[in-house]
């Protein structure tokens, strides 16, 4: 595969540079011992590995990241004692999906990480009104669409097919809105790692959920029938 060149050393040098002023604005957060290999690594000069094998690339496929990226990386790996991938993905960050997102250099946490959020921080700019309304119709059709598809009298086999094309219908329609919540649980977990404004904003994404929840079972409740026979199971040897 052809590699991808972002311009050699000195541009390695400037993203080095540009990710320690973001992630570690206090040069003091990082042990001596850190800094000191850190500090090795960013004279190391490994553009010749590139020149090296400049035509040992196949001219099909993506582009991956310069082979001195790649040499780098394995030589990190052994200084800082790191015996295979998940232990070199932990010690990135312990959470694995911040660790894909934060992998592009357009990557900021106070944009929000997915987080559900209303008025300035909803991807439309939508009211708070507006946000909860949505939330809670959301919620109650998902309910309504969940318990006619798992229903005695729904054929048999179709209701992860009807539930799953619901969801999908339902983040089209309110991602714009409000980064598609139906969940608390879906909320609370990018609100932790966003923090501020997330969090102060968290509450509607508990309530909405659950008062549409509610509602999805009462109206099924009053517009459904209810199964002809008692639903039981067969107890197994």
């Not at 990480?113 to 059709?141: D, Q, R």
């Not at 179709?158 to 991602?175: D, K, Y």
């Not at 909405?208 to 067969?234: D, F, H, K, N, Q």
Request: with cysteine; net charge neutral; hydrophobic share 45%.
């Amino acid at each position: 595969m052809l590699p991808y060149n972002p311009g050699g050393h000195a541009a390695y040098r400037d993203h080095v540079l540009t990710n320690l002023r973001k992630y570690y604005p206090d040069p003091s957060s990082l042990p001596k011992s850190t800094w000191d290999i850190l500090e090795h690594f960013f004279g190391l000069d490994l553009s010749g590995t590139d020149i090296l094998v400049k035509n040992r690339y196949s001219a099909y496929g993506p582009q991956p990241r310069l082979p001195s990226c790649m040499q780098r990386s394995a030589m990190l790996s052994f200084e800082f004692n790191i015996n295979s991938v998940t232990e070199w993905v932990a010690a990135l960050k312990t959470c694995p999906l911040y660790a894909i997102a934060s992998g592009t250099s357009t990557f900021d946490l106070a944009n929000g990480f997915a987080a559900n959020g209303y008025e300035g921080h909803s991807p439309g700019h939508y009211s708070l009104m507006a946000c909860f309304v949505c939330e809670v119709v959301m919620t109650m059709m998902f309910l309504f669409i969940i318990m006619g598809a798992t229903h005695g009298k729904a054929p048999a086999g179709f209701a992860p097919l009807a539930i799953g094309l619901a969801l999908t219908m339902i983040h089209l329609v309110s991602i714009p809105v409000t980064n598609t919540s139906v969940n608390p649980a879906r909320s609370l977990g990018p609100a932790l790692f966003v923090g501020g404004w997330a969090l102060s904003q968290l509450w509607l994404f508990w309530v909405a959920p659950l008062i549409g929840g509610v509602l999805g079972g009462v109206l099924y409740r009053g517009l459904c029938p209810e199964p002809a026979e008692m639903v039981t199971g067969s107890r197994t040897a």
